[in-house]
């Protein structure tokens, strides 16, 4: 990180005049071996000690080794090879990592290698699209080499950031949700710059499989990549509306299709959608994974689920929990906006460099005011969302301010405000936890005061101090970000809520970690690093095992929390009755009689305190196994009954 930094500072000290070796392509030398250390750097710190994350999140990993062995469990997402239920997501994010078990067999880096993969990218992909945008757009003769710059500043901080380092070594699905939408707003700027129609379409048909991958949390780019284009892309006004118009369609089928053919199949010959309230994946948008993630409860569904990331509102992603995720950069991403729109602001309507500003900007303002609001669901990693928005202020801003520092007197204060601003807060953030690295809170104010005085020295005329300003200008902004990214690799990640820093990446309770998984080269049966089935032990799913018979499912248990870590431990199929939350409707009477007609369930574990019809059936019609027999006892808080 140190060579780049001192590479970053060497090209913006060059005067606009001087000449730099440049390849064949016109590019400065270091401007690709630069780049490629960044995404070695992310490389390292998506895949480092992977091994040790084993299963990840559970309630994925049942999902997607189930999928291993069957095509319909693969198509629909379903929890359990039977396809009882659904997990609460659309398939897209499963289907790949599906595809590598399937190519390699099932095991932890089959599984978390593509995720790896996808956050590699996603960092190339933001250094792609700043430099394009500035390489032309920039003034001065030395403007292709600050666009390069800019772009390794922009990978920097996308790689650096802690919760997106979090999330890159988990099984959940916003690692691949952040690739596509960088790959949406990288053909939308090319949209907006070229005017060329088939580019926009491809912007839509990304944004569209990213809803597959986490339904309405997709569309929250729309309205900026929207507004941005019918502002800025060339040709008339009613050609850009036809254009997006036409987008919009693209849009409706690549979000639509999958929900169309579920929806449409037979409700008796497919899994229950679970999270939904009347078993359609139209309910579970607009409900669980909708407006039940805004309002809560109220709002549809059951309120999306756990809230992990403290109490909304607009201080929700500076409190204790978030901060040290996702903070660091924001106020200096946030002045980068103002004054980078400002800068620009007389430029032509078809200013590329003002359309990015805007674009990232609108995506940064949308995420923030929709994840500190949120009333309902919510977990850190789910900001990891922000951090391209966040990557590409931060680098387009950082090389508009170094110009308007060495060319305006009137804004020469804007670049050493941004530094001060972000090592201060940098400071605070660290100071929360002192016994973690307790010396960097005073290193990164030690540099960030050197910055500031540096900055201020050279413009009064100190010019040889401008280099020693800049690297410690930069340290002081990502030396806070980089000690917690690092924090993940070195203990297992926690499936459900992972994230870095002090806490490790243990995050919040839950599902999750199952230490030392192993890779296999078959399928056949995942192995486990710990014995048992989570809440369920090893000597009852081995009673189960010796007594399944021909039944299709070993067990139904009442939520995905039991039933992923059995299906993870035994390899067999198991009902989730309840789905993800315990409280889908999925389970009847009349289902489960079927079922126990039919001899596809013989047993059924019902958790004490639990009343429903359908445990009243169980107990009324089905045989209390005695707990001996699986060598437990009765105070287990479980009761397992023999159905038939």
Known sequence: MVGVMSTMTAQLLERPTSGAPA?????????????????ALAAVLYTWALGQNGYANDYYSAAIYSGTQSWKAFFFGALDAGSYITVDKPPLALWVMGLSARLFGFGTWSMLLPQAIA?????????????????????GDGAGRLAHVAALIAALVMTLTPITVAINRDNNPDTLLVLLLVAAAWFCLEAIRTGRTRTLLVTALLVGLAFNTKMLQAYLVLPAFAAVYLMAAPGRPLRRIGR??????????????WLAIVDLWPSGSRPYIGGSADNTVWDLVVGYNGLGRIFGASGGGSGGGANFGGEAGAT???????????????PFAALALAVGVALVGRRPRTDPVRAALLLWGGWLAIHFVVFSFSEGGFHPYYATAMAPAIAALTGIGAVLMWQ?????????????????VTGGWSFVVLRRTTDFVSWLPW???GATAVAVLGLLAVAFGAKRLAAVALVAGLFGGLAGPAAYAVTPLTSAVQGTNPTAGPAGSGGMGGMGSRPGGTQQRTAERPQTGRPGGGQVS???IKYLEANQGDATWLVAVDSAQSASSIILSS????????????????????????YVTGGTLKYILITDGRSSSVTEWVKANGTLVDASAYGGTDSSGQALYQLG
């Open 119 to 139: 956050g590699v990218a996603a960092v190339g992909l933001v250094h792609s699209a700043v430099r394009r945008t500035l390489t032309a757009r920039l003034i």
């Open 23 to 39: 390849d064949h392509r016109g590019d400065p030398r270091w401007a690709r071996p630069a780049m490629w250390g960044v995404l």
């Open 244 to 257: 997006l118009l036409a987008a919009g369609a693209v849009l409706v089928g690549s979000s639509g299709w």
């Open 538 to 540: 090893t000597q009852l």
């Open 316 to 330: 929700r992603l500076f409190n204790d929990t978030m901060a040290g995720q996702i903070s660091w950069l924001i």
């Open 571 to 594: 390899g067999k199929a198991v009902i989730a009755m309840g789905g993800f939350t315990g409280s889908d409707p999925a389970m009847t009477v009349a289902k489960l009689k079927g």
């Open 404 to 420: 308007a520092f060495r060319r305006s007197a009137a804004w020469r204060w804007v670049l050493p405000l941004g530094i001060a």
């Open 443 to 445: 290193l990164v104010v």
